[in-house]
């Protein structure tokens, strides 16, 4: 069974900067693996995924200020959150893609206020 794991959220104020980790256990190499988020009442919407080594792709409304990297050998993906806005306030969720299936982690709430 894949398990995935999120870390590192939290309370930050605008214009502060958050790393979130993420990490699926098991004995497997995933090619891709990603980041949606969810704010109140709204849907969930992609923030970035990475394909491979280094085949990033990330949402219009993070682009320049989200970075989002990959640990192989521990099958890991982070995203460094720079310039953080208010309106990045929501619960961010990895996934990973193995075999065709997609697998999530439980969630980790980021909060962007003063």
């Known amino acids: 069974q894949v398990r995935v794991v999120e870390s590192g959220g939290g309370l930050v104020q605008p214009g502060g900067s958050l790393r979130l980790s993420c990490t699926a256990s098991?004995?497997?190499?995933?090619?891709?693996m990603g980041w949606y988020r969810q704010a109140p009442g709204k849907q969930r919407d992609m923030v970035a995924f990475?394909?491979?080594?280094?085949?990033?792709n990330y949402a219009d409304s993070v682009l320049g200020r989200f970075t989002i990297s990959r640990d192989n050998a521990k099958n890991t993906v982070f995203l460094q959150m720079n310039s953080l806005k208010p309106e990045d306030t929501a619960v961010y969720y990895c996934?990973?893609?193995?075999?065709?299936?997609?697998?999530w982690g439980q969630g980790t709430q980021v909060t962007v206020s003063s």
């Open positions: 098991g004995s497997f190499f995933t090619v891709t």
């Open positions: 996934y990973v893609v193995l075999r065709g299936a997609r697998y």
């Open positions: 990475i394909i491979g080594a280094d085949n990033r």
